[in-house]
């Protein structure tokens, strides 16, 4: 539900083109920032699976089926988890490095918050939903 505005909380404050390309620039930063913690979750995932199968594999003696790709390969457990390990070690970078790019669109959204309340004051709602 929409709420109205008192009439003391309404600003006379005249939308500048600066504004608004602060109020586009926080929208797509918003969209952006949605979509980072979309790939996070995800890759949080994979990871915790392949740390789960890292864990499987130490059980495991001889050959295993490992996929790579589209296929499934027979080698060695160690070979499976000295692979494994690596491919898991790049999704954790992987994941640092978005977790940094969230950190810096989260920093610029406070950044423009900041400078639009202290314009507009209550008559705009830049708050999570």
């Not at 620039?25 to 797509?28: D, I, Q």
């Given at each position: 539900a929409m709420s109205m505005l008192k009439r003391e909380d309404e600003t006379d404050a005249p939308i500048l083109r600066e504004d608004q390309d602060n109020i586009n620039?926080?929208?797509?930063l918003n969209r952006q920032r949605d979509e980072l913690r979309d790939e996070i979750a995800a890759l949080t995932k994979e990871v915790e699976y392949m740390t789960d199968a890292e864990?499987?594999?130490m059980l495991s003696e001889g050959n295993v089926?490992?996929?790579v790709g589209e296929i499934f390969v027979d080698m060695s457990q160690d070979e499976a988890s000295e692979l494994l390990g690596k491919r898991t070690e790049e999704k954790k970078t992987a994941l640092s490095a978005l977790q940094a790019q969230l950190d810096d669109v989260s920093k610029s959204m406070q950044e423009?918050?900041?400078k639009l309340y202290a314009k507009f004051g209550k008559s705009i709602n830049l708050e999570d939903n």
């Open positions: 620039a926080f929208a797509r864990g499987e594999l089926k490992y996929f423009l918050r900041t």
